[in-house]
């Protein structure tokens, strides 16, 4: 079946700009999770939704981020105001739930912001 | 919260030789931990993984061990070929459901 998809693979944006991040979690799947990697580092977690709330969102840096799950399925990670900071790869992962079960990455989107 | 310490953070090794990366948690709760291997410009594929009732899992020349008194686990991967290079990356959650991934290790096999 279809894996994680994200999109855009690549966003490029100035400083100041607001950007949304797309996630389509595998069919099924009730927990979605948001990371954000950067070069040389491990994935960061974000947020964790499991069905259409944020179960914890303790990973968001500060109140310019914000994620939404509206129906369940699809995600989209809002960021407001970016600051060149905020460029890395986002990542997002689906499970069939949460906890202790395996978590399917997508492809993430490549932010850069000039 | 959840503390995984990755080790070492590169590694080479000749092809055929075994590799093994190291990784400690703090949380006592932990009952699950995968390991995920990261190709460059891709994303993160769990390879293989282990749960708390387990000391020993293997599949094919990858294998993980568990040691829940000393609280770590480790991946072993044997006769090694050049298509293992990658950045591998363990990872723990916490009693909630965040996962907390390790720093990563870059391991080259040198044909």
């Known amino acids: 079946g279809a894996g994680v998809s994200q999109t855009p693979s690549n966003k490029v944006t100035e400083k100041g700009k607001y950007v949304e991040l797309r996630c389509d979690p595998i069919s099924g799947h009730t927990a979605l999770y948001w990371y954000r990697q950067s070069l040389g580092q491990g994935p960061e977690f974000l947020i964790y939704?499991?069905?259409?709330?944020?179960?914890?969102d303790s990973g968001l840096p500060n109140d310019r981020f914000f994620a939404v799950r509206p129906e369940g399925s699809v995600s989209t990670l809002k960021i407001q105001r970016t600051e060149r900071g905020d460029s890395a790869v986002y990542l997002c992962?689906?499970?069939?739930?949460?906890?202790?079960?395996?978590?399917?990455f997508g492809p993430g989107t490549r932010l850069l912001v000039l | 919260g959840e503390n995984v310490e990755q080790h070492p953070s590169t590694l080479s090794v000749q092809e055929g030789d075994s590799a093994v990366i190291k990784c400690t948690y703090s949380d006592s709760a932990s009952n699950y931990f995968p390991w995920y291997k990261q190709e460059l410009g891709k994303r993160p594929q769990l390879i293989i993984d282990i749960r708390s009732n387990v000391g020993e899992k293997k599949d094919q020349r990858i294998a993980v061990t568990l040691n829940k008194t000393a609280k770590h686990f480790s991946l072993h991967i044997t006769e090694t070929q050049p298509e293992d290079s990658a950045v591998y990356f363990c990872?723990?959650?916490?009693?909630?459901?965040?996962?907390?991934f390790g720093t990563g290790t870059s391991l080259t096999v040198i044909p």
């Open positions: 990872a723990g959650p916490n009693t909630g459901n965040q996962f907390y």
């Open positions: 939704f499991q069905g259409t709330g944020a179960a914890d």
């Open positions: 992962a689906s499970s069939s739930s949460g906890g202790a079960r395996t978590q399917y």
